[in-house]
């Protein structure tokens, strides 16, 4: 998906079609999430407000490549894993063998499923874990796109989360439903804490201009 062109890639999204979906588009917004984050730190350099910071500048730059190089390829893997749990849906139900084979191949296409989702919340988290520790540092010209990358990640956490929610309600195995439930709120709530976190240095910023 990410060879596509842009206007065929939101056409793909838009059509009566189970994949691109919310997978999809949650990647594609982390990923310009981590983006704009970048883009920001990068024009650090070399300012009087980064003076004395550039191994801190680097080394988040270097987190937030990371970031995006993780996340390009997950819309692809998304729409994998949803394939993987409708192909386990059309499986016959011709007799009690087959309906127990059809079942179980559909709760292991199910926790498969929250794989993608539960690492996009990951990498959004570490994008602004990244990002929080140098937003002094990124001018006031740019705060405002440091901030709109702010808000894609976490939105795309957010949307993601949802995917992680609905696949582990269908799980007949509730305790890993809820393991993974715990694991990824733990997540979202550090992710909460980092963008709140750096929306007040924004906000604080743009009141003062």
Known sequence: MIELP???FIAQLAARTPTPGGGGAAAFTATM???LCAMAVRFCAGKEAAAGREADLA????AL???I???LPMAERDAASFERVAEAYRLPRSDDAADAVRTRAIQEALAGASVVPEEIVCMARDALAATARVVDCVGRALITDLGAGV???DAAARSAELLVRINAS???DRELARV???RVGSVVTELRGHADAVRAQVESRIARS
Do not use: I, P, Q
Request: contains cysteine; charged residues 40%; aromatic residues 8%.
């Open 170 to 172: 269908y799980l007949k």
């Open 180 to 182: 993974t439930l715990e």
């Open 59 to 62: 080394a988040v730059e270097r």
């Open 151 to 153: 808000e894609l990640l």
């Open 65 to 67: 490549d990371l970031c």
């Open 6 to 8: 842009f206007r065929e």
């Open 69 to 71: 190089e993780k996340l």
């Open 33 to 35: 999430g981590a983006s």
